[in-house]
Nanobody, 115 residues
Framework: QVQLVESGGGLVQPGGSLRLSCRAS????????MYWYRQAPGKQRELVAG???????NYTDDVKGRFTISRDNTKNTVQLQMNSLKPEDTAVYYC?????????WGQGPQVTVSS
């Protein structure tokens, strides 16, 4: 059973920073790609950022220039560095690992941006 365990959520003021981490129970090279999604209250889950096995990254327009996805192969972790946070970034953030046809989800830490 593959597990993705996230950490790093919390409460931060607008303009602040948070770093989310997702640790996989197996080598992250076993995943075709790893992603961060988020779901705000009353909204659908949306893709925030992704990183492929080859290291290519992509971001939703809302977070470009503010968020950075990266990975640490030695620790089997994927991180999401979030800077210049806005209240509209408030959501539950989910780590997702994909190895077609399978996909795995973490538990989703809460990120709240509020003064």
């Amino acid at each position: 059973q593959v597990q993705l365990v996230e950490s790093g959520g919390g409460l931060v003021q607008p303009g602040g920073s948070l770093r989310l981490s997702c640790r996989a129970s197996r080598s992250i090279f076993s995943f075709t790609a790893m992603y961060w999604y988020r779901q705000a209250p009353g909204k659908q889950r949306e893709l925030v950022a992704g990183i492929t096995r080859g290291g290519n990254t992509n971001y939703t327009d809302d977070v470009k220039g503010r968020f950075t996805i990266s990975r640490d192969n030695t620790k089997n972790t994927v991180q999401l560095q979030m800077n210049s946070l806005k209240p509209e970034d408030t959501a539950v953030y989910y780590c997702h690992g994909r190895t077609p046809p399978y996909g795995y989800w973490g538990q989703g830490p809460q990120v709240t941006v509020s003064s």
